[in-house]
């Protein structure tokens, strides 16, 4: 029987979130290059960030990173392709992945800026890591 | 707002206009009387309303209790004006005694009826409807009884009962703005028999048992949708602005109505828009008295008319295309 | 002017009835972008908008209208023009159950009037909130001296759609032909 959330249960905890932002902290430190990591809900709301730059309006990125999400998945379903988990944009200065963390109560997306250099495997490597360990969290 | 078309219909018939004051009466009792006094003085006879401090007063109507002032007293006296005392006492059938005194209740009163027309009517310029004179029969009746229905919805605070020869249609309330329309009848036309009464406590109270719904739309898609009720005659050099776009609730016409609607809602002229939606001009007349009856829009001037119509040819490739287009759409639609 | 793209974009309040009214019209499924709504102040429904709907009709001829549904709120302001860039018009749908509908409505015009002029007006859950009378809308419409059509509809109703649809053909016909 798929139990409907509670009302006041829809936002994350503050307790998920800490535990979101420490793995974002992860990123942000252990990764060359990466510059900016924020989380946010599916439905465009931002819920934490971490940076080492502090040039980028986070509500604003929070709304425009979950609806190119939610575009590519409907895109997806197209060709029977379902559960998107990377998207990652190559521009000439820099990168941007956005990351889906399908956590069952609380689904989020990550967004990472880095530097064009970063060592990409690397990067979705510990992406995957933590989306991984933010859907343990929030599963009961 | 009155719609010049009325006053000018009016004018064009009796040149006479009748001032009525009424003073110290409650306005819902006023309305009461307003509706009574407009069904019995012939509609060729328009009727100003007028304050008791305005000049020129036909007939006054004062609560009684306020008959003996030394105002009213010197006012009358001087100017030697008609009046009607009104009470507050109910009497089983309405009546007026000697001292000039009429008793609610007022509807269907042939004492009323008697002494208007002995006491005001005779002693106006003889001007009767003249039907023939204007080259209209029968449904020029129709129209007067339109523009006594319409100046009656105009009133801001009644509630009046619908009818015509199948029944009751709806009981509306001008102030709130709805009507509760006879579940029976939730989609009719009506015709010539339709009329119209103040409506009684016992209706009022039975309203929940009808369906509510918008006055103004209803009354528009009811004078549309009745193909025997006969329109007002507005000229084809008029020009009219509606204030809101009316809502069809069929899908027949509906196109027509919108395309009317868009031309209307910035000022046009009749012509000009009968030409460009090829319509008759009979159709373009009811869409106007389907808007005159539910208060929708004014006569207007040519200058305040924002609706240009090209009457040159275009045979570019673009207007080939939108046409077209439009067929499709209709067509894939169903519209 | 000439149309290249056949489209109709359907904006307003969250909740109003935009997927709704694609999905009653569209002969494709809905291609929806909908996210877990966490915003349970706003509007209590559990999914919502996030990206571009997308319904279609074909036409006789083959070709294709998009029906193009944008999430509501502000945050996702973005989307709006882009969107509505040659479209042959736009439907602003505004829920009656809300707050303040009249303010919502205002703002909505303000903003989407400058990205496209043909626009029509649908009033929805009009049996929801009998507190707020619906006669509001007219007298706004009629204080404001707009020219814009404005109607009650149900947004599951497919003729309710149709009938905004009619008004934004018959208003490009009219004006159009009145401009050339």
New interface residues.
Partial sequence: MFNLPQIDQRTASKELVQIAKIQANDILTSIRGVDYVMLCSTDGFELASVHKKDDYNSAKLAAVSSSILAMVGAFLNEFQLSGCQNITFDAENGKAILTSIPAPHHPMVMVTLSSKDVLLGQLLYSLKQASTAIVKADTP | MQSNILKDLSDSMSGHCINIAISGISSKISDELKIELRKIIPNHFDIDWINIASQNIDLLLIHEKFFETQGIQQLIKQKKILFLKVSNEHRSVSSILENNVLFPPFQYSETLKKWIQSHLLNYLPNQEYQGEQLGLTASKNETINLISLSKTLRLENVQLHLFDHHGTLAIIDTYRKLAWIEPTRLHTKTNYSLNYEYAKEIELTNIYQKYETDLQDWLWNLFWYSSELHCLDLAENEYYKIDYWPQPNQKVDQKMILQLSACFIQGAQLSQVMRQLKLPIETVQKFISACIISNNGKIISATESRYKYNDVPIATEQQGFLNKFFGKMRSRFGL | ???QQYKIVFVGSMGAGKTEAIKSLSEIPV??????????KAH?K?Q?T???D?GE?????G?K?GLYGT?G?A??D??WPLICKGALGVIILIDHNNEAPLEELESYLNTFKSYNKNISIGITHIDENTNH???IY?EW??KNKY?Y????IDAREK?HI??M???L????????????
Avoid: C
């Avoid at chain 3, 291609?31 to 349970?40: G, H, P």
């Avoid at chain 3, 009709?57 to 001829?61: A, G, P, Q, S």
């Avoid at chain 3, 059509?149 to 009650?152: A, S, T, Y």
């Avoid at chain 3, 053909?169 to 050339?180: G, I, P, T």
């Fill in positions: 002017m000439i149309l291609l929806a972008t909908e996210a877990f709504n966490t915003d349970s209590n559990i919502t996030v990206g571009i997308y009709i074909t036409l006789d001829d070709a209208i999430p709120q945050r996702f973005f989307i009378s619906t006669t007219r419409i009629i020219a059509p404005l109607f009650l003729e149709l009938l649809i009619e008004s053909v018959a208003n490009l016909e009219v004006n159009f032909k009145a401009m050339s």
